[in-house]
């Protein structure tokens, strides 16, 4: 991608992309909600083909930002077989989270990497953060943490907080308590106090739902945009960041992969910034890595590489070519 083009933003019809997908998905979790407490996991696996196709067909848009990018990580040309299975992996992941959120985990096949390096931070060190990104299925991560007595906090931003607490008060009524609303006042100190009591803090940061400053990193080799909030928050509160994705691998298995990206408890202030920049280019070599290995999984249905607010520049993204 071009400087030229990068700094060219399109023309947005309808909402602003970061409202699309979250109320796509809380209306899908409602439908799935409703159809799998009233039938069980596998009689409602079919009905999904048919709400996949619904979206396939009705969504020229999402097609087109699906087609975009499945052509990074795909072998050969991309049809629209491969469209239609990305969209069904994403319906089948939201069809998973009513279970793991009713803590139904012996359904499921989970197997984790990267757990006893996080358990040892978490441990020696107190609370840690870890970064998600929309890849795979976050609720597997909590699932996880559930299973291994952790105490977990899921920070989001006050509005999608809402949308998401009122399908889980339906679900699992106790796990509203993990929801920390980000961009109020005492957001940042409310972190600190759970990462001093040895809470796992989670924040998706591939996603600008606040007023962050986007700067440029190398995703599957182009140029992307990242929100610089969760990396400064992790600096201001010097405390140890993992990446972390849950991958559907088909059927009921899952692979829960957790890597340490960034450590700021021992950073000066003078070495932040420099800090922070490689943090944000790990967690994007994080997210590239594991869409190659799980191409599907990918849940960004929109122009990552070129999103409506990201600022006109000329500043290149890092080289991470081998």
Sequence with gaps: MSDTAASTQPEQDGPHWTERPE?????AMRIMLWLSLALGRRLTRPVLWGITLYFFLSSPD?????RSYLARVLPGPVRWWHVL???????????????????????????????????????????????????????????????????????????NARRVMSVMATLNPGATNEILPLGQLNSMLAI??????GHVVGVLA????????????????????????????????????????????GGRRYAVHIERIADFSDCPRAEREAR????????????????????????????????????PSTTPAPDTSR
């Design 192 to 197: 600190r106090d759970r990462i001093a009591d």
């Design 23 to 27: 109320r796509g998905s809380v209306l």
């Design 62 to 66: 999402v097609r087109l930002h699906s």
């Design 206 to 249: 591939d996603r600008n739902f606040g007023t962050d400053t986007l700067l440029p990193v190398n995703v599957l080799g182009d140029k992307a945009w990242l929100p610089d909030g969760p990396f400064r928050l992790a600096a201001a509160l010097q405390v140890p960041v993992f990446f972390m994705t849950g991958l559907f691998l």
């Design 276 to 311: 922070m920049a490689e943090a944000r280019q790990a967690f994007a070599d994080c997210m590239s890595n594991y869409c190659r290995k799980a191409p599907y999984n990918w849940f960004n249905f929109y122009d990552f590489w070129n999103p409506p607010d990201a600022p």
């Design 85 to 159: 299975r990305h969209f069904h992996w994403f319906s089948i992941v939201v069809h998973d989270r009513v279970f793991l959120l009713r803590n139904k985990h012996a359904m499921f096949d989970f197997h984790v990497e990267g757990n006893e390096v996080l358990h040892e931070f978490n441990d020696t060190r107190g609370g840690v953060m870890l970064f998600g990104a929309h890849v795979g299925s976050f609720e597997a991560i909590r699932a996880i943490a559930r299973t291994t007595v952790r105490p977990v906090t899921i920070a989001m931003y006050a509005e």
